[in-house]
């Protein structure tokens, strides 16, 4: 059995990864999650731990750790920013064969706000990785998978064409947050060259550029569960189905596609999660092994926010009241990946469908009006 440590497991993207990986068939896997619960809440880990059946997920009084029966999935409330903190996990599981491989997506993710506060977002998610960077090869683990973005690529000069990842990246990015995904890209590049110079033992590390994460898992016990105001499309669609918001706004209608509205890549979070294990497959002994690689995780294909509102509509059964408003500074017309590495190399493509998005999306909706929150 594999152990591997997810770092920000809790928040969206990271629970549902969770899902993939302790319901993997080909290599079981444990894992052990590390979240400071700023954004996110344990009480996803409960629901992952009903999904894969996992008996008896408790945690302890102050809510600072957890576990199931078989030791399958274990929570740690912990800051990456935190070396001794972080550390003790590392020794904590030095004694029973520490970690085969590390997700990270600790961090903050928040477009606009890291315009508001660019020093934290410098502090938080590039402090995270080198903390984490630096324990991992102190404690002999050399493999991860980074969480990265497709804002790296920044406004691309065709924006019509799909984005590959020999594209240029880092001059044209809009804001804070891009910027720190593209720095630690930057990081983790120089120290995999570092330790071929060097002779030491080499790192095999996946950089994941994702595009747009929608849906939720399709049992509806899991899904987005953004703090306030969401920042992203279709969870905050979701809750004007569901009556939290009066309707959409539509920031311009005047762009050069075929409804006038912004066209985007939209792929589902379970596509999302299983593209993190086929990483994990590449780098354990497959061609990515010792190698740093990247790779688009999308489906190469464009959805239109009309399409994704009249979409969602149809798996609510009503229209989404909306409203057209003034365009957004930064806004590009059309962002699409080519994903094409990702399944000639490491095996990966999306399966799902954008009806597949909506509809698991509304199920997590309906069944979940306030999120996670226990009322």
């Not at 409960?46 to 199931?68: K, M, P, Y």
């Not at 029966?69 to 409330?77: A, H, T, V, Y």
């Amino acid at each position: 059995m594999q152990r591997i440590l997810v770092t920000g497991g809790c928040g969206y993207i990271g629970s549902h990864t969770l899902v993939s990986l302790l319901s993997s068939t080909s290599t079981t896997y444990s894992v052990v999650v590390i979240d400071n619960l700023a954004n996110s809440s344990c009480e996803s880990l409960h629901r992952v731990a009903d999904i894969c059946s996992l008996s008896n997920f408790t945690l302890n009084a102050n809510g600072t750790s957890g576990q199931d029966s078989n030791g399958r999935l274990s929570f740690r409330k912990v800051d990456c920013c935190n070396e001794p903190a972080l550390r003790a996990v590392f020794d904590e599981f030095k004694s029973q064969g520490g970690f085969s491989a590390a997700i990270h997506f600790a961090g903050l993710k928040a477009v606009g706000e890291s315009k508001l506060i660019p020093l934290k977002y410098y502090e938080v998610n590039i402090g995270a990785t080198w903390t984490l960077l630096n324990l991992m090869e102190e404690y002999d683990c050399r493999h991860i998978v980074f969480s990265s973005s497709a804002t790296v690529y920044g406004v691309a000069k065709d924006e019509k064409a799909k984005l590959k990842e020999s594209d240029e990246v880092g001059v044209t990015i809009t804001n804070c947050y891009g910027r720190t995904k593209y720095m630690i890209e930057q990081i983790l590049t120089d120290f995999h060259v570092s330790q071929s110079l060097e002779n030491k033992k080499e790192w095999s590390i996946a950089i994941l550029r994702y595009f747009n994460p929608a849906g939720a898992h399709p049992s509806g016990k899991m899904g987005e569960d953004p703090d306030g105001v969401p920042n992203n499309l279709m969870p905050f669609v979701a809750q004007v189905a569901v009556g939290r918001r009066p309707h959409v706004t539509i920031f311009g209608n005047d762009y050069d596609t075929p409804d006038g509205t912004g066209i985007r890549d939209y792929l589902h979070v379970m596509d999302l999660a299983d593209g993190h294990v086929a990483a994990l497959r590449h780098l354990d002994g497959g061609k990515g092994n010792t190698k740093l690689n990247v790779f688009n995780l999308g489906t190469g294909t464009g959805y239109s926010v009309i399409d994704m509102i009249e979409a969602m509509g149809k798996a609510v059964g009503k229209p989404i009241p909306n409203v057209i408003g003034p365009r957004r500074p930064g806004d590009v017309t059309i962002y699409m990946a080519d994903p094409t590495r990702a399944k000639e190399e490491m095996g990966w493509e999306a399966t799902r469908n954008l009806d597949d998005m909506c509809n698991d999306l509304w199920r997590w909706q309906t069944l979940n009006p306030n999120g996670y929150l226990k009322e």
